[in-house]
């Protein structure tokens, strides 16, 4: 199954920190903020429970801090029961 939305990557505010370590972190935590009051995080958490395995996509060279490693983990708590 192939399913492609712009609705779960960062909005352009959240973009700045140029996948720099430094601020990851700060990243992250604008990131979050952002998946909590996107109504389409539902939807995505429904196609995950539906499917026993998604898999996201980025284009950041960066394999140890990108968004999608921030939307997995947020999925992984949020679905954790």
Known sequence: MTFGSG???PPPSGREF???P???AGFSDRYR????????VE????L???????TLLYAA???????????LEYLRERTAG
């Open 22 to 24: 430094e601020r990851f």
């Open 61 to 71: 060279r960066n394999t140890e801090a990108n968004h999608a490693l921030v939307l």
């Open 43 to 46: 939807t995505l958490l429904e």
């Open 7 to 9: 609705t779960w990557h």
């Open 48 to 54: 995950a429970s539906e499917h026993p395995r998604i």
């Open 33 to 40: 903020v952002e998946l909590d009051s996107n109504p389409a």
């Open 18 to 20: 140029n996948h720099g």
